[in-house]
T-cell receptor
């Protein structure tokens, strides 16, 4: 158990809908990262937050947004969902934003868009 | 731009034999290199990393990796494979000056009894 929690575990929704994925980092970790894992695209970095501020952006669509709250938990909002958004979404955390720090991954949220 | 390549989609090894999972990278400046493992229906788990210093890095579960600057490689190795090592392995790279980490496409390791 990495200490990173994600809810929900599974989410099934329809095209055009909006969902929110939640992540709680390990105790003491200030940095949160979001990733998308799909069969055809592998593991894609979406966005990173450090202590409430956005630090880095990857291949995140404009329909997606995220934030990190004062208690350090983070939410990833996905809107106008398309079939291609079906994937595993992982959250990871690290103790600081130092570039040599390893990340600890949550168990993921499996999103299915029908 | 930084990139990482795992040239083999799948590696098959007999239990007890040595294993190697390959990774090559491209970054500007000094690299930070990582290996992660993913078991079915689980998140990624950190195995080991190279930041600086000794080129041979030892990690969890008996795995090690060798940083080779001239060949820009960071291959994962284990002297004697176990069936329980069967999983998906990801190499990742982050330039010391960059904010993003890039993951390879993953290599599925299959250890037969």
């Amino acid at each position: 158990d990495s200490g990173v929690t994600q809810t929900p575990k599974h989410l099934i929704t329809a095209t055009g809908q909006r969902v929110t994925l939640r992540c709680s980092p390990r105790s003491g970790d200030l940095s949160v990262y979001w990733y998308q894992q799909s069969l055809d695209q592998g593991l894609q970095f979406l966005i990173q937050y450090y202590n409430g501020e956005e630090r880095a952006k990857g291949n995140i669509l404009e329909r997606f947004s995220a934030q990190q709250f004062p208690d350090l938990h983070s939410e990833l909002n996905l809107s106008s969902l398309e079939l291609g958004d079906s994937a595993l979404y992982f959250c990871a955390s690290s103790v600081e934003e130092g570039r040599g720090r390893e990340q600890f991954f949550g168990p993921g949220t499996r999103l299915t868009v029908l | 731009a930084q990139s990482v390549a795992q040239p083999e989609d799948q590696v098959n090894v007999a239990e007890g034999n040595p294993l190697t999972v390959k990774c090559t990278y491209s970054v500007s400046g000094n690299p930070y290199l990582f290996w992660y493992v993913q078991y079915p229906n689980r998140g990624l788990q950190f195995l080991l990393k190279y930041i600086t210093g000794d080129n041979l890095v030892k990690g969890s579960y008996g795995f090690e990796a060798e940083f080779n600057k001239s060949q820009t490689s960071f291959h994962l190795k284990k002297p004697s494979a176990l069936v329980s090592d069967s999983a998906l392995y990801f190499c990742a790279v982050r330039a010391s000056s960059a904010s993003k980490i890039i993951f390879g496409s993953g290599t599925r390791l299959s250890i037969r009894p």
